[in-house]
């Protein structure tokens, strides 16, 4: 079993920044993609970004390019989201997720996620 925990969320101007961090735990050491959805009240869980194991492989949202980086460390089994330029629309619920294949574009894709984080930005 995995365990994630995200933590870094908060309230921010728009134009602000802040940086979401995932700790992994348990059996995480075959873990191959990690990535970030989020989830607006009303609406369907939909992808951000997400890193696979090997150096160069990321994905990001139109939505989000060039805003967000996603960076993870295998050694401490970390996954980290810098989001830069925030807009209002990017106001949600922030969760962490990862599955053991190549995958990372829906949800149904992963089979472990974090608890969330609330992510809210003010215009």
């Known amino acids: 079993q995995v365990h994630l925990v995200e933590s870094g969320g908060g309230l921010v101007q728009a134009g602000g920044s802040l940086r979401l961090s995932c700790a992994a735990s348990?059996?995480?050491?075959?873990?191959?993609?990690m990535g970030w959805f989020r989830q607006a009240p009303g609406k369907e869980r939909e992808f951000v970004a997400a890193v696979g194991r090997y150096v160069g492989s990321t994905f990001y949202a139109d939505s989000v390019k060039g805003r967000f980086t996603i960076a993870r460390d295998n050694a401490k089994k970390m996954v980290a989201l810098q989001m830069n330029s925030l807009k209002p629309e990017d106001t949600a619920v922030y969760y962490c997720?990862?599955?053991?294949?190549?995958?990372?574009?829906?949800?149904?894709?992963?089979?472990?996620w974090g608890q969330g984080t609330q992510v809210s930005v003010s215009s």
């Open positions: 997720a990862a599955n053991r294949d190549g995958r990372y574009l829906f949800p149904h894709e992963y089979d472990y």
């Open positions: 348990g059996r995480a050491d075959s873990l191959y993609t």
